[in-house]
């Protein structure tokens, strides 16, 4: 089983397979400075669990280390893909636009590389995240003008940048938006551990993240192209025998990792988590990898959970656009459309208070008891530009559910209030002093 297959294309493309050092080399060079780095380890499983896309009927997808420059998203791409190949394993997001869907095939039941997320235009962006996952090319006319089949592929990405694609797509500024289905086939991982390390926590003893990172890059360059293959010459020997394994391991990781009550989509994409920590738990068993066994199970875990915390929690997309909607608003407008009460009121010198003049008047604002401000809506601000494009019955449920929205004793959503300049209480929706989120303090400038 040494023989090595390659998918040949009209186009014609560097054999991104290279070898070179060897197994042992990568593995104390390169995947042993994994153990107690999470995306580390957590992207080296990934790369292995392209094979096993086939054999679980599982779809096409990919992660997408996002942050900052120079925290090591290059660095541990290079990694993962080393088990594959060297330098030119890695692709970009910009040289791949031109005859993507060859790349993809290049790659298929594999790994793809796409470094830089940044260097590709907006509207391409969305195309190649879509056309990858999709798994299925165009149909064209060959050289001699029959119809040539279409070409087929399924793969596993990784990608790096600085924005998200959701960012990315809405880039130019023409209202795009990321399609759900889209963001759960390429999923946004925050590529900061949070250790004050970049994309590392543990440094093994070297001085610095950034002598990690060249250290890696260099074994990396040194070692590269023995893992998978090696992966892939026991995968080969029980080929039926994987598809029940992996939906074992994956089983076992989602009745663990899977907070209750998730909703559909963060159900599809920790399924994704969970088939990466199958690879890297059967890659431990296989002796390719030099981890203790549950390593990868235990960096998917906390991939997971930061990418579940990034999203801001299990719910349905609709419901955290609700308050993220509703907070929006409140951020943008909640010094200047929001007339102040009470000692909220700017007095100048003499004691006597500053008249500001609210235009397009929102609701007003006060001080809470807790030092906090609460925000009285208008209910047909609240309609017609909170609301807008949602249902705002829905919204301010969600945000009752939330703990940001005051209800009346019988689980109303507006409440009577007293405000300047009305006779009597009238109706507003009263929202309570988080809705500016975990930074926003004060009265909501
Ligand atoms: N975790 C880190 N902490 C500090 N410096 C780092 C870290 N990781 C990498 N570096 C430094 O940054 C250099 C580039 O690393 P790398 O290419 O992995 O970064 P990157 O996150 O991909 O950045 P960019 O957004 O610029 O592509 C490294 O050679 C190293 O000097
Ligand atoms: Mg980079």
């Given at each position: 089983m040494d023989e090595r297959f390659y998918f040949q294309s009209d186009s014609s493309f560097d054999d991104p397979y290279t070898i070179?050092?060897?197994?042992?080399?990568?593995?104390?060079?390169?995947?042993?400075?994994?153990?107690?780095?999470s995306r580390l380890a957590f992207a080296i499983s990934a790369g292995f669990a392209?094979?096993?896309l086939l054999p679980t009927d599982s779809e096409s997808g990919g992660f997408h280390l996002r942050g900052g420059s120079s925290v090591g998203k290059s660095t541990v791409l290079?990694?993962?893909?080393?088990?594959?190949?060297?330098?030119?394993?890695?692709?970009?997001?910009r040289a791949t636009s031109n005859g993507l869907e060859s790349v993809a095939a290049l790659h298929n039941d594999g790994l793809l590389c796409l470094d830089e997320l940044s260097q590709v235009d907006s509207r391409e962006a969305g195309q190649i995240a879509?056309?990858?996952?999709?798994?299925?090319?165009?149909?064209?006319?060959?050289?001699?003008?029959?119809?040539?089949?279409?070409?087929?592929?399924?793969?596993?990405?990784?990608?790096?940048?600085?924005?998200?694609?959701?960012?990315?797509?809405?880039?130019?500024?023409?209202?795009?938006?990321?399609?759900?289905?889209?963001?759960?086939?390429?999923?946004?991982?925050?590529?900061?551990?949070?250790?004050?390390?970049?994309?590392?926590?543990?440094?093994?003893?070297?001085?610095?993240?950034?002598?990690?990172?060249?250290?890696?890059?260099?074994?990396?360059a040194r070692h590269?192209?023995?893992?998978?293959?090696?992966?892939?010459?026991?995968?080969?020997?029980?080929?039926?025998?994987?598809?029940?394994?992996?939906?074992?391991?994956?089983?076992?990781?989602?009745?663990?990792?899977?907070?209750?009550?998730?909703?559909?989509?963060?159900?599809?994409?920790?399924?994704?988590?969970?088939?990466?920590?199958?690879?890297?738990?059967m890659v431990t068993s296989f002796g390719i990898l030099p981890w203790p066994q549950g390593e990868a199970t235990k960096a998917c875990r906390r991939c997971l959970a930061d990418w579940i915390a990034q999203r801001g929690g299990v719910e349905p997309a609709e419901d955290r656009e609700a308050v993220s909607a509703v907070r929006r608003f409140i951020q943008g407008h909640g010094s200047s459309r929001f007339e102040p009460m009470g000692d909220l009121v700017h007095h100048d010198s003499t004691g006597t208070p500053i008249d500001v003049r609210i235009q397009n008047r929102a609701g007003f604002r006060r001080r809470r008891g807790n030092g906090g401000t609460e925000f009285l809506v208008l209910p047909e601000v609240w309609k017609t530009e909170i609301c807008q494009g949602m249902d705002s019955m829905r919204v301010a449920k969600v945000l009752a559910e939330h703990g940001l929205l005051k209800?009346?004793?019988?689980?109303?959503?507006?409440?009577?209030?007293?405000?300047?300049?009305?006779?009597?209480?009238?109706?507003?929706?009263?929202?309570?002093?988080?809705?500016?989120?975990?930074?926003?303090?004060?009265?909501?400038?």
């Open positions: 070179n050092g060897s197994l042992e080399g990568w593995r104390n060079e390169v995947a042993r400075y994994a153990v107690g780095n392209g094979p096993l290079t990694a993962a893909g080393s088990s594959w190949g060297g330098r030119d394993f890695i692709r970009t997001w879509y056309l990858i996952a999709n798994g299925v090319g165009k149909t064209r006319a060959g050289r001699s003008g029959e119809a040539r089949k279409a070409l087929r592929w399924r793969t596993l990405f990784l990608s790096t940048g600085e924005i998200d694609l959701a960012t990315k797509i809405a880039e130019d500024g023409r209202g795009r938006r990321v399609a759900a289905g889209q963001e759960a086939r390429l999923v946004d991982l925050p590529a900061d551990a949070g250790a004050g390390l970049g994309i590392f926590e543990d440094l093994h003893g070297l001085a610095s993240a950034a002598d990690l990172a060249q250290h890696l890059k260099a074994a990396a590269h192209g023995h893992a998978a293959p090696a992966f892939i010459r026991f995968l080969t020997r029980d080929f039926g025998g994987i598809g029940p394994l992996v939906a074992e391991h994956q089983r076992e990781f989602l009745t663990e990792a899977l907070p209750e009550g998730a909703d559909g989509q963060v159900r599809r994409v920790a399924g994704r988590f969970a088939l990466v920590a199958a690879a890297g738990e209800t009346d004793g019988q689980g109303k959503f507006q409440t009577l209030h007293r405000v300047l300049g009305s006779s009597g209480p009238i109706r507003c929706y009263a929202l309570l002093p988080g809705i500016l989120g975990d930074e926003g303090e004060g009265d909501g400038s």
